[in-house]
């Protein structure tokens, strides 16, 4: 590094750098600039005294003032609680039958089921409710386990096929490629087809729905319109929850689906589940 020298113009000490034949000037700082930063320097001081700042091993310092923000958001929690314990003794008292004939009460429970469906429903059933395949659809009025908001209600609070919830709905079909041969699958693929498209082949069908009345009439009905006792699908209104063309039917059938659900009344209040399961009735497509 140069030795600093004066500036032949200016008459200030050089800092010695040179750029391209250009020398820096050592000015000295503004005294308003000095005293900003001195004063920085105290308050930062002041402030990590005060409040929480150094990390340590397993926490932080807490400061001389005792500030906690987990406190804050903790007494806003219990604030906001304490303001809706009506309404959530009033939920937990209703008739879920007639929940929806009490605006206030009805549009409450709504909000916050709303909530509910957006924080640990969404990822399966899609932030707008339109499902996925192999995840409901809960816009229509196609129901597995029935739609009445009590029946939601149970279905939220107890899942579908878990180990965990002696309640939880519980159906299972047997995967016929143990026991059909592949052309009757295909004949009883052909048939299911027919139920809701033209576009089938007749003499198939016609042998499917022989195979379809001696194995599968027994849980989906002579017409195939389901049974919402044992949740099997009505297969007549080309209603899919895994897919409806031939490819996915002859999976089906020759190997089963066993979709779950988890029990959601192991995992929040008795509210929230009547919560959600009156928003879920409320989106269009509860019976």
Known sequence: MADPRLDKETGVETTGHSWDGIEELNNPLPRWWLWTLYLCIIWAIAYTIAYPAWPMISGATKGVLGWSTRANVAQDITEHEAKNAPLVTALLDADMATLPENADLNRYAVARGGSVFRAQCSQCHGSGAAGAKGYPNLLDNDWLWGGTIEQIAHTVGH???????????????????????????????????????????????????????????????????????IGAPNLADA???????????????????????????????????????????????GE
């Open 159 to 229: 899942g579908i096929r878990n180990e965990t919830d002696a309640d939880a709905r519980w159906s299972q079909m047997p995967a016929f490629g143990d026991i059909l041969e592949e052309e009757e699958i295909a004949a009883t693929v052909e048939y299911v087809i027919s139920l809701s498209s033209p576009e089938h082949d007749t003499a198939m069908a016609a042998t499917g729905a022989e195979l379809f009345a001696d194995n599968c009439s027994s849980c989906h009905g002579e017409a195939a319109m389901g049974d919402k006792e």
């Open 239 to 285: 209603i899919w929850l895994y897919g409806g063309d031939r490819d996915t039917l002859t999976y089906t059938i020759a190997n089963a689906r066993f979709g779950v659900m988890p029990a959601w009344g192991q995992r929040l209040s008795e509210e929230d589940v009547r919560a959600v399961s009156a928003y879920v009735h409320g989106l269009g497509g």
